[in-house]
């Protein structure tokens, strides 16, 4: 069973960085990806980055490019989402989900989340 617990969330000023923290376990292989979502009151969730585990691939979404970054540590199963240059809008709970690539069902697996508010 695959588990995801994120951490590294708070509170920051705007122009400040966190780093965000997803420990995994119960990954059966590197065919995954491992995506990082937010979602900010009375909005959709969204997508902000993901990385394949397999080739350390990442893919960012527009509004977080040039401001957050996705790696991993292997050795931890855990995948950190640094982000810098925060804004007001940032503000959301974010949470981390695994995509098993060759079960081809999607994000099937999330964590709890973790808060993210960004002061103006």
């Known amino acids: 069973q695959v588990q995801l617990v994120e951490s590294g969330g708070g509170l920051v000023q705007a122009g400040g960085s966190l780093r965000l923290s997803c420990a995994a376990s119960?990954?059966?292989?590197?065919?995954?990806?491992m995506g990082w979502f937010r979602q900010a009151p009375g909005k959709e969730r969204e997508f902000v980055v993901r990385?394949?585990?397999?080739?350390?691939?990442?893919y960012y979404a527009t509004s977080v490019k040039g401001r957050f970054s996705i790696t991993t540590d292997n050795a931890k199963n855990t995948v950190y989402l640094q982000m810098n240059s925060l804004k007001p809008e940032d503000t959301a709970v974010y949470y981390c989900?695994?995509?098993?690539?060759?079960?081809?069902?999607?994000?099937?697996?999330w964590g709890q989340g973790t808060q993210v508010t960004v002061s103006s």
């Open positions: 989900a695994a995509n098993n690539q060759l079960r081809g069902r999607g994000y099937e697996y």
């Open positions: 119960g990954l059966s292989s590197f065919n995954y990806y």
């Open positions: 990385i394949n585990l397999s080739n350390s691939s990442p």
